[in-house]
């Protein structure tokens, strides 16, 4: 099972809006709503952001939101603040019953 | 509230093998199944492996396919991931973490560093 594919790097001023791409297969993210996204800082543990392609859990910003078309899915974060740079990582529930995560895309904030 | 505990950081020789340890709690740990996950230095989140707590069944990454073993004691509430023939390319960081309700992982362990040297 091949990574899912995002943007090495994005970066953005605060206040602008930022959209993370995640790129898979029919057998992946195009095949099911299991699609999360996860937010790391250096040293620390993922933290789920998006869970069933455009759900957010409780204590999560609504600046955070996600969606889907086809085999791609999204992260958007809007109105960019500091405290969002750090890595952020796609996730999908495949047709072999794994799972596979995005190669991983840096956010900075300019 | 629901806590993983991982066990402590190791050092193995190539060719070694290595036995992590996961402890949860505060969740009825049968309903839901725990993932590994690794992270090798400055690299991405690498999926491993599941296991469901509630009748064992296992599913694995084939990278990993006759090297890693999931197994659970349900009276510990424990989920231990053997990983053998280990070599360099091991050096990572290993994170357990749950499965929730809908298709998320939820939870994460606080990871457990396992550094393969000579």
């Known amino acids: 099972q091949s990574a899912l594919t995002q943007p090495a790097s994005v970066s953005g001023s605060p206040g602008q809006s930022i959209t993370i791409s995640c790129t898979g297969t029919s057998d992946d993210v195009g095949g099911y709503d299991y699609v999360s996204w996860y937010q790391q800082r250096p040293g620390k543990a993922p933290k789920l952001m998006i869970y069933d392609v455009s759900n957010r859990p409780s204590g999560v910003s609504t600046r955070f939101s996600g969606s889907k078309s086809g085999n791609t899915a999204s992260l958007t974060i809007s109105g960019l603040q500091a405290e969002d740079e750090a890595d952020y990582y796609c996730?999908?529930?495949?047709?072999?019953?794994?799972?596979?995560f995005g190669g991983g895309t840096k956010l900075t904030v300019l | 509230q629901v806590q993983f505990v991982q066990s402590g950081a190791e050092v193995k020789k190539p060719g070694a093998s290595v036995k992590l340890s996961c402890r949860t709690s505060?969740?009825?740990?049968?309903?839901?199944?725990i993932h590994w996950v690794r992270q090798a230095p400055g690299q991405r989140l690498e999926w491993m492996g599941w296991i469901s707590g509630g009748n064992g069944d296992t599913r694995y990454s084939q990278r990993f396919q006759g090297r890693v073993t999931l197994t659970r004691d349900t009276s510990a509430s424990t989920v231990h991931m053997d990983l053998s023939s280990l070599r360099s390319e091991d050096t990572a960081i290993y994170y357990c973490a749950r499965w929730g309700d809908g298709g998320k992982i939820d939870y994460w362990g606080q990871g457990t560093l396992v550094t393969v040297s000579s």
């Open positions: 505060g969740y009825t740990f049968t309903r839901y199944a």
């Open positions: 996730n999908s529930y495949t047709s072999s019953s794994t799972l596979v």
